[in-house]
């Protein structure tokens, strides 16, 4: 082998200015930069469109499930009301869990926000 061909070899040995080299490693990284927020445009794209089908069926099973539950409520004060013989008492007695439970959460609710309330 000749000492040309071992010189070009060399990484010490290119011709250009410190100053072109900066140059082209800000238009490499910038052209890398460019590619990088595209992929990630074309990735979130996807992903929100994925997200927005999921919301949409998530939402569509909450909303069944709230009218099955109000469908059973209703069944069941139904089915009271012909076991009692009076539909207000059997309404009465199917909606005493949730009133007992409004209660609570209104009373729990109540003293935590009197216990964050700044003294003054």
């Known amino acids: 082998m000749s ?49 927005a089908l999921l919301v949409l069926l998530f939402g569509g099973a909450l909303l069944l499930v709230l009218a099955s539950l109000v469908l059973f409520l209703l069944a069941l004060r139904d089915a009271l009301a012909a076991l009692i013989g009076n539909d207000a008492l059997a309404a009465l007695i199917v909606a005493m869990p949730f009133v007992a439970a409004t209660a609570i959460l209104t009373f729990l609710g109540l003293r935590w926000m009197s216990l964050r309330a700044p003294v003054g």
């Open 3 to 51: 000492e040309q061909t071992i010189q070009e070899g060399q990484p010490g040995d290119d011709p250009r200015t410190t100053a072109v080299l900066i140059l082209v490693a800000i238009r490499e990284a910038s052209a890398h930069l460019g590619k990088l927020l595209r992929l990630a445009r074309t990735e979130i794209r996807g992903n929100l469109r994925m997200l």
